[in-house]
């Protein structure tokens, strides 16, 4: 998500994890719209040699709330079949290389969390929860200001042995990313959220951290500004 707010997914309470839930929703939708607008388009013509024309998106979407560590690691899974409808109602292939091509991949990953970070933020607009932004290797992600940096260490044991794996070593992008495949481990049979919640919230003892007393005392003080 390129912004850490899943400190406060996995030992905040159930309204706390819905309302996050909900941006997320929220921008994933907005970047949908984006790539439609933007990348939204297929060949006609002879071999696809022909002019432009406008292609609506087909797609499906799956939010996943952990990462193979079973770390707490909301994510969006997009995805994009080779193929949309005309504004004729007839179907086209779509013209991916316009997506994949130079750095609009980037520029997908700065909407969403752009997005994620203003939709978290109306979200929990009278808690006056506030985001301090940090700039990473493609752009710039967000953090949740107070939340301690060494239980978001804890929470994110993958993210290090990922980095302990490539950083140092001349890598392209498909060898970085044959690293990750190696290094990822295998998906559990059955994940029980609510035991999740538990052990996530064993670690966050050890930091003194309460979610809940957090979010409170960010909405007493937002209330007396």
């Not at 309204?15 to 997320?24: E, H, N, T």
């Not at 752009?114 to 493609?138: P, V, W």
């Amino acid at each position: 998500g390129g912004i850490i707010i899943d400190v406060l997914f996995a030992l905040g309470p159930v309204w706390v994890r819905r309302k996050i839930i909900l941006a997320y929703h929220q921008a994933t939708d907005e970047v949908i719209q984006f790539i439609n607008r933007e990348r939204g388009y297929t060949r006609t013509g002879a071999g696809g040699k022909g002019p432009r024309t406008k292609l609506d998106l087909i797609y499906a979407t799956f939010l996943h709330m952990t990462n193979r560590k079973i770390e707490p690691k909301l994510h969006v899974h997009l995805v994009l079949p080779n193929a949309g409808l005309k504004e004729d109602g007839t179907g086209g292939t779509l013209d991916s290389e316009r997506i994949l091509k130079g750095n609009f991949k980037f520029k997908i990953g700065q909407r969403f969390r752009n997005s994620l970070a203003r939709h978290f933020c109306h979200q929990f607009k009278e808690y006056g929860l506030t985001l301090d932004s940090y700039e990473i290797e493609h752009g710039t992600a967000y953090r949740v200001r107070g939340v301690p940096q060494g239980l978001c260490d804890d929470y994110s044991t993958r993210h290090y042995d990922i980095r302990a794996r490539i950083d140092g070593r001349k890598l392209t992008a498909k060898q970085k990313q044959a690293e990750v495949l190696k290094s990822r481990p295998a998906k559990p049979d059955s994940i029980n959220l609510n035991d999740l919640h538990k052990e996530w919230a064993k670690v966050a003892q050890k930091h003194g951290f309460d979610a809940e007393v957090f979010i409170e005392k960010s909405r007493k003080l937002h209330q007396t500004q």
